[in-house]
């Protein structure tokens, strides 16, 4: 009995594995590419690796955020930080939550109000959390925190896709 994968099988293996890897980082660099137009257009791109966010693709920054495209995703979801006005934020919040109603069943924890309103994080100059069910070590989504009449949001793990539409609109209320 041949205990042993067979040389043809192992480098066929290899190999899918290798193109796998180089479209996820396609992927990601395209991503990227995509936030920075997102942002108005200006902004660069460098190759990550062991990021203080984990191992990353690449990092896209721009003047409104910066964004580290996971490297255990297919290159479609990021850590991001971004700023925005208060009105900004407050449409942000608004879209972000009619995207995330939930649809679990009877007897889901989600919160009915995931993001922190603007007067919550005018009460104190702390991080707020964003949750959307009320496991606050599990299901922690990022923060909010107001200071010098700007709103820093962090997501820790988000598709590309919706940080496109948050910093699109950021972008246009600013």
Same mark, same amino acid.
Request: hydrophobic fraction near 40%; proline fraction near 3%; charged fraction near 25%.
């Given at each position: %009995?041949?205990?042993? %994968?067979?040389?043809?099988?192992?480098?066929? &293996?290899? %190999?899918?594995?290798? +193109?796998?890897?180089?479209?996820?980082?396609?992927?990601?660099? @395209?991503? *990227? &590419?995509? &936030?920075?137009?997102?942002?108005?257009?200006? #902004?660069?791109?460098?190759?990550?690796? !062991?990021?203080?966010?984990? =191992?990353?693709?690449?990092? +896209?920054?721009?003047?409104?955020?910066?964004?580290?495209?996971?490297?255990?995703?297919? #290159?479609?979801? $990021?850590?991001?930080?971004?700023? *925005?006005?208060?009105? $900004?934020?407050?449409? %942000?919040?608004?879209? $972000?939550?009619?995207?995330?109603?939930?649809?679990?069943?009877?007897?889901?924890?989600?919160?009915?109000?995931?993001?922190?309103? !603007? +007067?919550? &994080?005018?009460?104190? $100059?702390?991080?707020?959390?964003?949750?959307?069910?009320?496991?606050?070590?599990? =299901?922690?989504?990022?923060?909010?925190? !107001? *200071?010098?009449?700007?709103? @820093?949001? @962090?997501?820790?793990?988000?598709?590309? @896709?919706?940080?496109?539409?948050? !910093?699109?609109?950021?972008?246009?209320? *600013?």
């Amino acid at each position: %009995m041949n205990t042993t %994968m067979p040389e043809v099988s192992s480098t066929s &293996l290899r %190999m899918a594995v290798e +193109a796998a890897r180089a479209a996820a980082k396609a992927a990601a660099h @395209t991503a *990227a &590419l995509i &936030l920075i137009e997102a942002d108005g257009g200006q #902004g660069h791109i460098r190759d990550g690796y !062991l990021e203080r966010h984990g =191992d990353v693709w690449c990092v +896209a920054s721009s003047v409104r955020f910066t964004a580290y495209l996971h490297a255990d995703s297919h #290159g479609d979801r $990021a850590h991001v930080e971004l700023t *925005a006005t208060p009105n $900004a934020y407050e449409q %942000m919040r608004t879209w $972000a939550e009619d995207q995330d109603g939930c649809r679990h069943d009877h007897g889901c924890v989600c919160l009915p109000d995931p993001w922190p309103t !603007l +007067a919550d &994080l005018a009460r104190s $100059a702390e991080e707020h959390r964003i949750d959307y069910r009320a496991n606050f070590e599990v =299901d922690q989504r990022g923060t909010a925190r !107001l *200071a010098f009449k700007r709103v @820093t949001v @962090t997501l820790f793990d988000e598709p590309v @896709t919706v940080v496109d539409t948050l !910093l699109r609109i950021a972008r246009s209320a *600013a």
